[in-house]
C-alpha cells in the first residue's frame, strides 16, 4: 500500500461542521483558487487548508466486472437498452 499525504482546501463551515457528518460527503479543493471559484460562500464561510493520508484500503480497485459487460456489450451478448452515454447517433442501441 502506498502512503501517500495530499494538501487540499475546504469551506472552513463544512470543515467546523459537517466533516464526517454530511451523508453525502465533503469536497476538499486541490487549491484556493478552486475552493473560491466552485464555492463563493467560503468567502464569508472561511478556508481551511488540510491534510489528507492514506490510513486504510478498505476495498481494493477492480475493474473486471466493468471491463467483462463492456467486451460483452461489444459482442452483443448484454443488451445494452436506451443508454445515452452509450447511444451512438444512427446506430441501433447494444450496437458497438
Known sequence: MKKRTVIGYMDKVDFDH??????DGNKVFPSVEALRKYK???RSCGIV?????????IQDTDFSENIS????RRKGTVGVGSNPQTEVP?????QA
Open 90 to 94: 444512427g446506430r441501433e442501441p447494444g
Open 69 to 72: 459487460k463492456a467486451m460483452q
Open 40 to 42: 463563493p460562500c467560503c
Open 18 to 23: 459537517e466533516l464526517g457528518e454530511a451523508i
Open 49 to 57: 487548508e488540510v491534510e489528507v493520508r492514506l490510513k486504510e484500503v
